[in-house]
């Protein structure tokens, strides 16, 4: 029974960690906007960035990995030596984070109440660091080329997730981690996928905001054809 309280206590403290509203926060302190109100209306990174600036942005994104890294700690002072409550631990974490209960909006027509958050992208990479501390080093450069060179920040989001199923699962066929931790990947981009529905048509559509050295490089080329 006590390993039952341990548990839950653990996956509540590591959600809990992730409904902590930093791109909220630090939009608010920067200039006094509300983020949900700006652009996607998400609080992560990105969508801070485009309320506040670079510097918010940054700041934002770091902290939002923190949340997912959080998990290790808090598993290791409950539960330790139990894969799968590592891998659970980091899954609630991104919920939290796509779904805070410090962001509750009810629909004007429909009444539903919904916990608003970000996709999850930054989280995912801080639970991934939770499981193996290493992890950054793939799959944060593989990330920002994705976004330097893919030009969508919703696919920068899902490769987060994809190069974690890469890593884990090559980890786990060598010997090296626990199958749980590929299955964090695996789920973790379901998670993500979900938030981002909204982009996904977009990009279907061929309408979804374009970011990175792409951007700069229409920027330059609109540029040019209108002094043309």
Known sequence: MTLIFQIAGALLLSYLAGTIPFGWIIVKIANGKDVTRVESGRTGGTNAMRAAGLLAGLLTGFLDVMKGVSTAWIVSWLVPDLPWI??????????????????????????????????????????????????????????????????????????????????????????????????????????????????????KEGTERVVGLRALFLKKATKKATSN
Do not use: C
């Open 86 to 203: 590592r891998v659970a631990a980091g899954l609630m974490a991104v919920l939290g984070h796509n779904h805070s209960i410090f962001l509750v909006e009810r629909d004007s027509l429909t009444k539903h109440i919904h916990l608003r958050g970000g996709a999850g992208g930054a989280t995912v990479l801080g639970g991934a660091i939770a499981l193996w501390p290493s992890t950054w080093y793939i799959v944060l450069p593989l990330s920002a080329a994705v976004f330097l060179f893919g030009g969508y920040a919703s696919v920068t989001t899902i490769s987060v997730a994809f190069f974690s199923i890469v890593v884990f699962g090559y980890r786990a066929w060598i010997g090296q981690s626990p199958w749980e931790y590929a299955m964090y990947g695996v789920i973790s981009l379901l998670v993500v996928l979900w938030a981002l529905r909204p982009n996904l048509k977009r990009l």
